[in-house]
């Protein structure tokens, strides 16, 4: 039987199209995920959060789905890193901070005044420090996907406003259960107790401590104001925010489905960033109109406190390895 031009080229493209849906229908299965984070949906990093749901439903042609749980109902960071190294969770997101005791490496990020600003967060978490630390997750059951941002971090107190080092003194503050931020707040003289989140309210509350530090939209979105009077802007560290995968999960996915996951978080972080850097002017004016004290420290201040904070710097170091410090400063400096 012989066929016209036409008749073969439209055999080839039913063909193709066979294939094509064939392969889709093979490599991307019907799954409904578990997907736990510790802040609220309302939150830019729920926000993402949900751009990263909707992307991935999009790509899957609506096949995956994920079951979503804000606001810690899994478990503290802690237990649901846990949760999801073990399978029991498909995906967490969580501050890094938490991270350093599975990949010590990922107290880089902790180090105080690391970042001078935004651009210098994006270059070094997008950039080879960043996707270092991500692959180094695959050796403790984990795939990184990407970085979302939680943010510059300030101290929220229930005594005074700091202005200086000196006021930072005294202070019975809670920390991410993280030893960079512990032995930070112990070098200026604080009382730093590691908490996990969930319990921080409660212990502002009742004057069990009497401090904390988080960026501006977790102090929002948990009304601290509630507890806290002031809010002192010593953006002395930024906290990247990981979205990570189950590695039982991960090696049990076409290739197909990995990218469509890579990719929704790639451009879901975009969105999240663009949220959490324009919400904060209307946060910081409302946490104000709510009661609260907000004071920037004098730039000579943030400077002497820097460098009293110098030595925490030098003792971790070795362990986060002289050449990822290296090249973080390289990402840094590409900047200027
Ligand atoms: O992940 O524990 C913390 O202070 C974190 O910044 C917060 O829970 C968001």
Known sequence: MTMTTGARICAALVASLLVSTAAFAQDVQERTLKFGYSTFEAHPLGQGANKFVALVAEKSGGKIKMKVYPATQLGSETQTISATQGGVQDIVGTST???????????????????????????????????????????????????????????????????????????????????????????????????PWPEVYTALESGAIDAQENPYGIIYVNKLNEVQKYVSVTKHAYSPWAMIMSKKLWDKLSPDE??????????????????????????????????????????????????????????????????LVRQANQSIAATQ
């Open 97 to 195: 901070a938490p991270l350093v005791g599975l990949v010590k490496e990922y107290a880089i990020f902790d180090f105080p005044f690391l970042f001078a600003n935004e651009k210098q967060a994006d270059a070094v978490v997008d950039g080879p420090v960043g996707q270092t630390l991500l692959a180094k997750l695959s050796e403790k059951g984990l795939v990184g996907l990407c970085f979302f941002e939680n943010g510059f971090r300030n101290v929220t107190n229930s005594k005074r406003p700091i202005t200086t080092a000196a006021d930072v003194e005294g202070l019975k503050i809670r920390t991410m259960q993280n030893p960079v931020y512990l032995d930070a707040f112990k070098t200026l003289g604080a009382n730093a107790v590691p908490m």
């Open 258 to 323: 990995q990218k469509i996951f890579v990719d929704s978080c790639n451009e879901a972080k975009v969105y999240q960033r663009q949220v959490s850097r324009a919400e904060d002017a209307k946060i910081v004016a409302d946490l104000k109109a709510k009661g609260m004290q907000i004071n920037e420290l004098a730039p000579e201040e943030i400077a002497k406190i820097k460098a009293k904070l110098q030595p925490v710097v030098d003792k971790y170091t070795p362990s986060v390895g002289e050449d």
